[in-house]
């Protein structure tokens, strides 16, 4: 069953929990919930800086065996166009959208401030304190990756340990923490549904989504005039070329995935071979505008809908410390908001269930947040080829 119908099953599940239970006055369902929910919370904070120190390194120490300026090239342009697009969304969002179709409400100021006087304590609870906090874990993957780049041949085993943890990591995530989402989101909609607050909640996630998706059709329209500027081509054309790639991405939610098809399609629309075969694993890798314009405005709009005030630079500071978590997103679905769950909680300060609800309004949506970053490889990789063109002469 994919991932997305039971996360939706999940939804449905947990509200027609919460509703059952509080007609008869049985709390002990949603307790127990709850109690699943401290315990997955719990585990989750465990392995998010484990996470961002095995996939940070080994992506750093992948890049540095690239191809010198083309490499950096490419590094530079896929950070600089996630970052771009992820801060015009939020200065769109937060000076015409959100004003426009979004009200602060006090059911999401419970949910930040208050979120006890509604929703229901779990029976237990058992700490799980993590090895490293989350800055010093990506301080340490930025000393391990460098370092590994400039050492040669003698990090090897270093390198090789790393990408044995990095898999742990992965296996960790496939096997557990994302099959075991859907129960978690469907606890956090049973509580907030005994309280009388899920379907305000849906309510917003819905417009929240049509937001998030004219964000990316306008990230991709501007991906593809400047590539046709730059390749003096018809971007409409660029774009149905990339389309088989965009529809790929939206039916397999992996960027990894989508890798032979985006290649294939990158070379009919006129990328020279040698780039698309650089730039398509590399983009898929670290290039994610879909995934991070995504998150951040998922996290801005349930800021907005608490009335939290609304502080530009620890936004800015969120958003350029999302475009580099977006490397260490394991290539599993979910995995970018797994990856960033890190600095969802440090920086944007996130509890428990407002983070399980950007968990669950990223994984409703997250195969046309891989589709546009698919298709966006598509655009750079074609500004790429313009630019090395001209490297060359």
């Known amino acids: 069953m994919p991932l997305l119908v039971k996360l939706i099953l999940g939804i449905v599940l947990g509200i027609a929990i919460g509703l059952s239970t509080k007609a008869m006055g049985f709390l002990l369902p949603i307790q127990l919930l709850a109690t699943f929910n401290g315990l997955f919370g719990s585990f989750l904070s465990f392995v998010v800086p484990l996470l961002i120190l095995s996939f940070v390194s080994v992506g750093i120490a992948d890049l540095g065996g690239g191809a010198g300026k083309l490499l950096g090239l490419s590094v530079g342009m896929a950070y600089v166009s996630t970052i771009v697009f992820t801060l015009l969304a939020m200065f769109a969002s937060q000076l015409i959208v959100f004003p426009a179709l979004l009200t602060p409400n006090a059911v999401f100021s419970d949910l930040i401030d208050n979120p006890k006087n509604f929703l229901v304590s779990g029976l237990f609870s058992i700490p799980m304190p993590p090895a490293l906090d989350v800055m010093t874990a990506l301080l340490l993957a930025f000393v391990l990756g460098v370092g590994l780049t400039k050492i040669g041949d ?77 390749q003096k081509k018809s971007p409409l054309k660029l774009f149905l070329t990339m389309f088989p790639a965009y529809v790929t991405a939206l039916g397999t939610q992996s960027s990894a995935a989508s890798i032979p098809v985006s290649k294939q399609q990158m070379k009919q629309a006129g990328v020279r071979e040698d780039i698309a075969n650089f730039t398509a694993p590399l983009f898929a890798t670290i290039h994610m505008p879909g995934s991070a314009i995504t998150i951040s405005t998922i996290a801005f709009s349930l800021m907005y ?51 399980a609800l950007t968990i669950a309004m990223h994984l409703a949506q997250d195969s046309f947040g891989t589709a546009c970053n698919v298709t966006a490889d598509g655009a750079l990789s074609l500004e790429i080829d313009a630019i090395a063109g001209k490297m060359k002469e």
Not at 164 to 192: D, R, S, W
């Open 154 to 230: 003698m990090g090897k085993p270093l390198f090789q340990g790393l990408l044995a943890f990095q898999k742990i990591i992965e296996k960790l995530i496939a096997a557990i923490l994302i099959p075991l989402l859907p129960i978690h989101i469907a606890g956090v909609f049973a509580n907030m549904s005994y309280g009388g607050k899920a379907f305000e909640v849906m309510r917003m996630m819905m417009v929240v989504f049509g937001i998030i998706l004219s964000y990316h059709a306008i990230t991709l329209v501007i991906h593809f005039v400047v590539a046709s500027i730059v």
């Open 305 to 355: 809908m608490s009335g939290a005030p609304f502080d530009y630079s620890v936004a800015i500071n969120f958003v350029l410390m999302l475009g580099i978590a977006m490397v260490a997103a394991p290539g599993v679905p979910g995995g970018a908001v797994m990856a960033a769950s890190a600095i969802l909680i440090s920086i944007m300060g996130f509890g428990e269930t407002l983070l």
